[in-house]
């Protein structure tokens, strides 16, 4: 987030701080920017270790560079979903969709109409509909 500012701007715009300023209070304004970058720093310090605090070990696994959103291309995402091969569908068959569900599993919106519309008869259709 440099903004386009370059080293050369930079010095312009500090030059001219130096004139608008002054020189007797210029002083005062460095020591308060020195303690905003400080309080910044601490800020983020606190956050990081907060972060760990609560993610554990894992924190130190997480691999950050895949997070940074200037990571995101979405022509590469769509490009990568599209070249990967699909997972094979597992049809479900009628024993599947009357066996009795495990505990904590979930059953899908596909399983569930499969089950609703029992086995072999065809979904409603409606020739009026839009």
Known sequence: MSFG???????IILV????????DR????AAQLARLVRSLRDLANGAKDRMREEMGPEFDEVDWTKLDPRQ???RRIIRDALLDD?????PVT???AAAPRRRGSRESAYEQRQR???NGKPAPFD???T
Do not use: H, R
């Open 127 to 129: 020739s009026e509909a």
């Open 5 to 11: 500012l370059t080293f050369d701007k930079l010095l």
């Open 116 to 118: 609703k519309l029992g």
């Open 26 to 29: 210029l002083p005062g304004y």
């Open 94 to 96: 009628a024993t599947m």
């Open 72 to 74: 995101y291309d979405p």
């Open 86 to 90: 699909p997972a094979p569908v597992k």
């Open 16 to 23: 001219i701080a130096v004139f608008v300023i002054g020189p």
